[in-house]
């Protein structure tokens, strides 16, 4: 859903119609909810990406605080790194790489017939993908503790009004 939309135009009023009815208590289920439904609203799919990103670093920031091991802290934060900076290199720069690739490689008169991935790409994939990156770093370096509410986590990854100014 674009914010400049008609959706978009009934979505924010009703959200936050509903926010300032509902108990403190339960606002942030409203929010995520809410938020959730931003990002499906581009593709249904695509959720997977945001909550499979955010379980990995929810978890690896939880481990990273509890262990003591520097070496093991330093693994956890590369896995961290190579699953979100994966996910978005697929999503986001594989056709450019693959294709750059290709017109490379044909300025040596070598055929290539480069792999093109046809998928959409996934509203606010950067903005989602630097927020629990920004996040794991912080806890890896102290800086921070890791958020124990998986729910309030969530939320913080994938609010969407933050994300309208970032969509890809």
């Known amino acids: 859903m674009l914010f400049n939309s008609i959706h978009f135009l009934i979505f924010f009023p009703l959200i936050v119609l509903?926010?300032?009815?509902?108990?403190?208590?339960?606002?942030?289920?409203?929010?995520?909810?809410?938020?959730?439904?931003?990002?499906?609203s581009w593709k249904v799919?695509?959720?997977i990406l945001i909550i499979f990103s955010t379980l990995v670093d929810?978890?690896?920031?939880?481990?990273?605080?509890?262990?003591?091991?520097?070496?093991i802290k330093k693994t956890l934060l590369f896995t961290s790194i190579l699953v979100n900076v994966g996910l978005?290199?697929?999503?986001?720069?594989?056709?450019f790489v693959s294709d750059s690739l290709r017109l490379v490689?044909?300025?040596?008169?070598?055929?290539?017939?480069?792999p093109t991935l046809n998928?959409?790409?996934?509203?606010?994939?950067?903005?989602?993908?630097?927020?629990?990156?920004?996040?794991?770093?912080?806890?890896?370096?102290?800086?921070?503790?890791?958020?124990?509410?998986?729910?309030?986590?969530a939320l913080y990854v994938s609010f969407f009004p933050t994300a309208c100014s970032w969509t890809d």
């Open 18 to 40: 509903l926010y300032f009815s509902l108990s403190h208590k339960y606002r942030w289920i409203l929010l995520l909810l809410a938020s959730y439904y931003f990002y499906m």
């Open 119 to 153: 998928i959409l790409l996934p509203v606010g994939i950067s903005f989602y993908t630097f927020q629990t990156l920004g996040y794991t770093i912080d806890v890896y370096r102290g800086k921070i503790n890791p958020e124990k509410h998986l729910g309030i986590f």
């Open 58 to 71: 929810y978890f690896v920031a939880i481990a990273i605080a509890k262990e003591d091991d520097k070496r």
């Open 45 to 47: 799919e695509y959720v």
């Open 88 to 95: 978005l290199f697929v999503f986001k720069y594989f056709n």
């Open 105 to 114: 490689l044909a300025n040596f008169s070598i055929q290539f017939s480069a």
